[in-house]
C-alpha cells in the first residue's frame, strides 16, 4: 500500500494501481442548512436541541444537532464546543458517536452527527431498572473497546455516563457528546458541573499542587458504569456532600444479587489510586466479560477447527 506521506494535500482521491483500491481522502465538504431536511426532534439537552434529518442529495440519514450561539456565549461553553468538534470529528469507533461534520448560521451552530436509532441508554436502563449481566457484560466490553480506542488517541472521554451514551439500531452503545473530553493529560483544574455519582477521587480532590490527572479517571467512571448497570442507581449515590466524601473513601457495598465475577471486576475498578485501577487490556480479558461476551467455548472451538489453526 502506499505510503501516506508521499500524498499530496490537495489530492483528494488517487487509484493506487497496485491494489486497485481507491483511497478515499476525506474531502472536507462545505455543509449548509439547505442541504437537509429537518424530521422529527430526538431529543433536548442543557444546550442544544437535536432533530433526525436527511441529507438531500444522497439521502443519507444522520442527526442534526442545533446549538444557540447566544446560550454557548452566556454559558461559557464556547471552548467546549470547539473542542467536542475537533475531538470527536477525527474519532472513528463503532462505539463512539460519529460526527461527520458542522456548518454555522448568523444565531446557530450545527453539528452533523451519526443517528443513533434506539436513542438514549439511560432511559433504556430506568425502563428496565437494571440490565441482566449478560446485557451488562456485553455493554461493558463495547464501552471498554470504545475507551482504549479513545486513550490510544490520547483523548479522555471524563463524562462517562449513562447520560452520554447512545444505542444504535442494531443495539449497539455509542459514546457521545465529547463536551468535557480532553487531550490528556490534563493539569487545569475544570468546574465540572452536573452529576458527581461519576467523579473519580483525584478530580474531587485533587490535591493543592497537582491536579493532573490522566485517562485513569475514565477506568474510575467505568466501574461506576458497571454498577450502575448492574444495580440500577449509581454506587455512591447521596446528597452532593455525602457522594463527595463516599467516592473520595471509596465506600460502597456491591448488593449480593451481583454475581462473585462482576463484583470483582468492579472493585478493581473504583480503585482510589488512578495507577492502581485494572487497564482497559484487562478489563476485555476479565472472566466475567470473558463468560458472557465471548461466544460459547464450543463455538469458539468450532471456529479454530474451521480455520485450522
Ligand atoms: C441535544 C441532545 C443531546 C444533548 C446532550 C448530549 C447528547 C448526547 C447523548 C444529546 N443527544 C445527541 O447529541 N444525540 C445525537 C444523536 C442522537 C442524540 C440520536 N438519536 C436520538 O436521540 C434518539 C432518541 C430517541 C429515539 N427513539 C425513542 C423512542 N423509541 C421507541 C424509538 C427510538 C431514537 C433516537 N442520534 N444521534
Known amino acids: 500500500a502506499s505510503t501516506a506521506g508521499s500524498r499530496t494535500s490537495e489530492e483528494a482521491a488517487r487509484i493506487d494501481r497496485k491494489s486497485?483500491?481507491?483511497?478515499?481522502?476525506?474531502?472536507?465538504?462545505?455543509?449548509?442548512?439547505?442541504?437537509?431536511?429537518?424530521?422529527?426532534?430526538?431529543?433536548?439537552?442543557?444546550?442544544?436541541?437535536?432533530?433526525?434529518?436527511?441529507?438531500?442529495?444522497?439521502?443519507?440519514?444522520?442527526?442534526?444537532?442545533?446549538?444557540?450561539?447566544?446560550?454557548?456565549?452566556?454559558?461559557?461553553?464556547?471552548?467546549?464546543?470547539?473542542?467536542?468538534?475537533?475531538?470527536?470529528?477525527?474519532?472513528?469507533?463503532?462505539?463512539?458517536l460519529q460526527l461527520y461534520g458542522h456548518f454555522h448560521d448568523s444565531s446557530r451552530i450545527f453539528l452533523i452527527l451519526e443517528f443513533a436509532g434506539k436513542g438514549e441508554l439511560y432511559k433504556h436502563l430506568r425502563k428496565e431498572n437494571r440490565f441482566p449481566e449478560w446485557k451488562a457484560a456485553q455493554y461493558i466490553?463495547?464501552?471498554?473497546?470504545?475507551?482504549?480506542?479513545?486513550?490510544?488517541?490520547?483523548?479522555?472521554?471524563?463524562?462517562?455516563?449513562?447520560e452520554n451514551i447512545l444505542v444504535g439500531i442494531h443495539g449497539e452503545l455509542k459514546i457521545s457528546d465529547f463536551g468535557w473530553s480532553v487531550h490528556a493529560p490534563n493539569n487545569r483544574r475544570n468546574t465540572m458541573c452536573g452529576t458527581l455519582d461519576y467523579l473519580p477521587p483525584e478530580m474531587i480532590k485533587p490535591g493543592a499542587q497537582d491536579n493532573y490527572y490522566t485517562e485513569k479517571v475514565d477506568l474510575w467512571s467505568l466501574g461506576v458504569l458497571t454498577y450502575e448497570f448492574l444495580v440500577g442507581e449509581a454506587?455512591?449515590?447521596?446528597?452532593?456532600?455525602?457522594?463527595?466524601?463516599?467516592?473520595?473513601?471509596?465506600?460502597?457495598?456491591?448488593?449480593?444479587?451481583?454475581?462473585?465475577?462482576?463484583?470483582?471486576?468492579?472493585?478493581?475498578?473504583?480503585?482510589?489510586?488512578?495507577?492502581?485501577?485494572?487497564?482497559?487490556?484487562?478489563?476485555?480479558?476479565?472472566?466475567?466479560?470473558?463468560?458472557?461476551?465471548?461466544?460459547?467455548?464450543?463455538?469458539?472451538?468450532?471456529?479454530?477447527?474451521?480455520?485450522?489453526?
Not at 464501552?143 to 490510544?152: I, P
Not at 475498578?269 to 463468560?291: A, G, M, S
Open 20 to 96: 486497485n483500491q481507491i483511497y478515499q481522502q476525506p474531502v472536507v465538504k462545505q455543509f449548509h442548512l439547505g442541504m437537509f431536511e429537518i424530521g422529527r426532534p430526538l431529543g433536548k439537552g442543557k444546550f442544544g436541541r437535536v432533530y433526525l434529518a436527511r441529507e438531500r442529495s444522497s439521502g443519507f440519514v444522520c442527526a442534526l444537532k442545533v446549538l444557540m450561539k447566544n446560550e454557548i456565549q452566556q454559558g461559557k461553553v464556547e471552548k467546549q464546543v470547539r473542542r467536542e468538534i475537533e475531538i470527536q470529528s477525527n474519532l472513528r469507533h463503532p462505539n463512539v
Open 141 to 162: 466490553a463495547q464501552m471498554a473497546a470504545a475507551l482504549k480506542y479513545l486513550h490510544k488517541k490520547h483523548v479522555m472521554h471524563r463524562d462517562i455516563k449513562p
Open 235 to 309: 454506587p455512591f449515590e447521596d446528597t452532593p456532600v455525602m457522594t463527595q466524601r463516599r467516592i473520595a473513601r471509596g465506600e460502597m457495598t456491591v448488593p449480593n444479587f451481583v454475581s462473585p465475577e462482576a463484583k470483582d471486576l468492579i472493585r478493581r475498578l473504583l480503585v482510589l489510586d488512578p495507577e492502581k485501577r485494572i487497564p482497559l487490556e484487562q478489563v476485555q480479558k476479565h472472566p466475567w466479560i470473558i463468560k458472557h461476551c465471548v461466544k460459547g467455548e464450543r463455538a469458539s472451538m468450532r471456529d479454530s477447527k474451521s480455520t485450522g489453526n
